[in-house]
């Protein structure tokens, strides 16, 4: 986005103060890497970044194979064999957890940046033009911003239809409700960064509005994007599997956590694990991007130095 | 048509999850069953889900209704133990070709009112009933009396946007009152299982108090019917808001009284929670209990719990007609029958509260084999493979398993769906619909190409019922499409043989035809599983599912 960035890498080693003038991103970043909260986010994030490319690394079992499934062996606690027990189908509940991860990260992933460039786009036009392309941009965002995210998102998986449904229709549903949310965001920090001194100065030298937006605006206005963008993340891994938990989201016989938990729920006393294995990798998918928002939130918010 | 769609079993489950989430154990679930009597006059408490409508019987097709009313009313005939049908109100029910019916009744039986029962309120009742203008539940029961096509025009075209031609006939041309206790029938057809029918809700007398001016039902009785059973309505009951419905007993009853003074039905949305009430002693009876408490509740009430086969059978059935190609052919239904493993989805899925199915006609009547059925539905991958190949099998593209989604069905569902993918290697295809008349209006219209499942709850005990109307050419619930002359011709004959003994050798016949066919593939029979506290005893449960309340006594 901005050369400001490319920074980072080369001179992340020792303290940059002494060498060059600190820039907000390298300041960030030195304080993000003596940051406890950031490098178990970031391990975290690691595994299951890793686990939902190569699943096969973590599982000798394929759980999209259903021979791997025996019904007679349905419902066991936690044995050397299926180390979280299986499920009411006789599934290795390990596998299928691993497997699920893939789900999770990609609804994640993608929901995070349609809304991401869509909001911040048109966050960007509405905060720099002002005027009539700040009422409409804005009023439109403020209708969407009306309805209930988990509501709205539900009425439009019904309507695609279960036998649309899928990882796609997820992420449009989550997207269109969710993207007047960054554009706010996005507004108000280039809105304030636009009556600053050196705008104001590269102005009056001439540059015309794509180069002061790009150039001059949105590196000083893409900070509390990011942190908002992150901590999303966690919030649309959560909203997949509440979603696919309520039989709208994803559908066998593809994988997801929240599916699984649905699935347990009715014979939680005989078998807990099936149940309690997938909300514990929910919660700790959704933990480790919160806590990754938090750190970067941390890190680039100079009110907080 | 009493295809359902185990609507009670989900809305137990659905609730336990809120539970789960809400409370995490403790404190114990609102108890809408708690009442503040004293001991001496309590009366004997009986779970039932919400009855569909008001308390009449014609209006009457599901169970919760059922139960009520039949400790109100009784009907011309009962069953024994066998299900063979005994007379209670008739004295006789005779026939010579079959089709012309004289039924005399017993003098002596009395409304609640005071009023006699005699013919005229059964024919008034049933007339009523068969009117299609009513909209009763039960109206179809009503077709097979003569007259009954003449009330009931057939609509040309569905749903569609034609209507209907008009009704030619208020009354059943087909019922005669001869005198006060005699009345006779005939029927569209012969039907020697005639009589096995009339101890059904919908054949329940009704008075004359029944009738308003109009000639229709009143709301009043609704609330409070005026029957000629054992017990009697203590107060008007207001559906919908009332979550009790209380009884006293008949002391004019003419047979001998009921063993208790009064029985309550107590509204449940929750099978978990009322079977918690009813081991804190707060409810006395469950016809019916969640499934997961099967395994505990055997080892826990001992000889308090009741299990015994119940008339329900679970199929997967097939558009045999305008289905996928391996809907049409008779050898990959039965390849994927063979890949079925019923014995382990029963077990598994439900804890031993079904059990595999190996014939068409139900356990709990008089036709049954044991293993009719044979190698078609037995458990055998490598020749169901075998078959499925030989046949074209791998070509017929993926197989649909469609099912409705708010019954309880996804299990049991996918446990096939695993079996079929696994076992013939083919790509399956779970499709959850939200309701149970999506898939059948889908099906009327030919637009449903894969399995469905479906379910088939008997209406009287007779094996013609688990035949004639899901698999006769125009019966109202075939949904498969199965036509077929020579399954027709032993159904006629069968029908037509002087006494239901005489004519099961023809129903089983009919019965091989199917099995050869297999239009439906049969997947389980279902278990009645109940359960009492220990403040009453001999608790039995008849074919209907119904308890037989007026034999229960305080333990």
Redesign the interface.
């Known amino acids: 986005m901005s050369d400001t960035l490319t920074e980072q890498k080369p001179k992340s080693v020792k303290p940059p103060k002494q060498k060059k003038p600190a820039s907000l991103w390298s300041d960030a970043w030195y304080d993000l890497r003596r940051s406890k909260v950031f490098i178990i986010a970031a391990v975290m994030i690691a595994v299951l970044v890793v686990m939902s490319i190569i699943p096969g690394l973590f599982s000798s079992v394929n759980a999209f194979d ?2 791997t ?1 025996d ?2 062996k ?2 066991q606690g936690v044995s050397g064999l299926h180390w979280f027990g299986t499920d ?3 599934c290795d509940t390990y596998s299928r957890v691993i497997y699920g991860a893939r789900i999770s990260i990609m609804v994640g992933v993608f929901s995070t940046l349609v809304t991401t460039l869509i909001g911040g786009l048109l966050g960007l036009l509405a905060g720099f033009y002002g005027r009539w392309t700040d009422t409409i941009l804005s009023r439109v965002a403020e209708i969407f911003f009306a309805i209930p995210s988990t509501l709205g998102a539900l009425l439009i998986l019904a309507l695609v239809g ?2 649309n449904a899928g990882i796609w229709t997820v992420v449009l549903a989550l997207s269109v409700l969710a993207w007047p949310m960054v554009l706010r965001i996005m507004r108000a920090a280039v809105m304030s960064a636009k009556s600053q001194d050196y705008v104001l100065a590269a102005r009056a030298l001439g540059a015309g509005p794509g180069r002061l937006m790009s150039r001059h605006i949105l590196p000083n206005a893409v900070a509390p994007v990011i942190v908002v963008a992150t901590m999303n993340m966690g919030v649309f891994i959560a909203a997949e599997a509440a979603l696919s938990f309520l ?1 709208v989201g994803i ?3 593809d994988i997801s956590w929240g599916l699984m938990i649905a ?1 347990a ?6 078998a807990p694990e099936a149940l309690l294995f997938p909300a514990l990798f929910l919660s700790l998918t959704v933990l480790a991007f919160v806590m990754l928002g938090d750190a970067v939130r941390d890190a680039l918010d100079p009110k907080l130095r | 048509m009493r295809v359902f769609k185990g609507a009670q079993i989900i809305a137990g ?1 659905a609730v ?2 809120l539970g ?1 989430a809400a409370c995490g154990g403790g404190e114990e679930a609102p108890n809408p069953a708690a009442g503040g009597e004293g001991s001496a006059a309590a009366p004997i408490v009986v779970e039932i889900a919400e009855p569909q409508h008001e308390l009449v019987p014609g209006n009457t097709a599901e169970t919760s209704g059922a139960e009520v009313l039949n400790a109100l009313f009784i009907g011309l005939v009962n069953y024994d133990a066998d299900k063979k049908p005994i007379n209670q109100i008739a004295e006789s029910i005779t026939s010579d070709d079959q089709t012309n019916w004289t039924i005399k009744l017993k003098d002596g039986y009395k409304f609640h009112d005071g009023t006699p029962v005699d013919a005229q309120s059964f024919v008034d009742s049933w007339n009523y009933t068969a009117n299609g203008a009513n909209a009763y539940e039960a109206n179809y029961f009503m077709g097979s009396i003569a007259g009954y096509g003449e009330m009931n025009p057939v609509d040309p075209d569905g749903d569609g946007p034609k209507a209907a031609p008009a009704a030619t006939a208020t009354t059943l041309s087909g019922l005669k009152v001869v005198d006060p206790l005699t009345f006779t029938v005939q029927l569209a057809n012969p039907f020697s299982g005639f009589p096995t029918m009339l101890g059904y809700t919908a054949f329940y007398p009704m008075p004359k108090a029944a009738f308003g001016p109009d000639g229709k039902v009143t709301a009043a009785y609704g609330e409070s019917p005026i029957g000629n059973g054992p017990f009697k309505m203590a107060k008007p009951w207001k559906r919908g808001v009332e979550t009790r419905i209380s009884l006293v007993r008949n002391d004019d009853y003419a047979e001998a009284k009921a063993k208790v003074e009064a029985v309550d039905f107590a509204i449940y949305t929750d099978l978990n929670t009322a079977y918690r009430d009813l081991q804190a002693g707060n409810i006395d009876i469950m016809d019916q209990l969640p499934a ?1 408490v099967i395994a505990s509740a055997k080892a826990e009430l001992g000889d308090r719990y009741i299990e015994q086969p119940s008339s329900g059978i679970g199929y997967l059935g097939f558009p045999t007609k305008v289905g996928a190609d391996y809907a049409k052919s008779a050898e990959l239904r039965k390849a994927i029958s063979m890949a079925i ?1 019923r014995k ?2 029963t077990e ?2 439900f804890s031993g509260t079904r059990v595999p199915a190996d014939d068409f006609i139900s356990p709990v009547v008089a036709g049954y084999r044991q293993g009719a059925c044979g190698e078609a539905c037995t458990y055998d991958p490598v020749k169901a493979k075998e078959l499925w190949d030989a046949n074209g099998g791998p070509q017929a593209g993926s197989i649909e398993l469609g099912y409705n ?1 708010d019954g309880g069905h ?2 049991w569902i ?2 096939v ?3 079929l ?2 076992n013939l290697g083919a790509t399956v295809e ?4 939200e309701k149970f008349a999506t898939i059948l209006d889908d099906l009327g219209a030919d637009k449903w190409k894969g399995l469905f499942r479906m379910a088939w709850i008997m209406d009287y005990p007779s094996p013609e019922n688990y035949l004639k109307p899901i698999f006769a050419a125009n019966a109202g619930s075939n949904y498969s499409g199965f036509n077929n002359k020579e399954f027709e011709e032993l159904l006629k004959k069968a029908d037509s043989a002087p006494t239901v003994e005489e004519g099961i050798a023809s129903y089983q016949a009919a019965d091989d035809i199917l099995l050869k066919e297999l239009p439906y593939i049969p997947v389980y029979f279902y278990q009645t599983n109940g359960a009492f506290s220990s403040n009453v005893k001999n608790v039995k449960i008849d074919p209907f599912e119904r308890i037989e309340i007026a034999n229960v006594e305080r333990a």
């Open positions: 259903p021979s499934c019904l007679t349905a419902r009411n189908q006789g279960r036998d039989g559908q066998s016989p699935d729920r009715n014979r939680f006393l005989q | 489950t336990l999850a789960l997961e493993d382990t989805i598994q899925v989604a996804k299990e996918e446990a769906a695993n079996n993918r696994t779970p499709k959850p619909v």
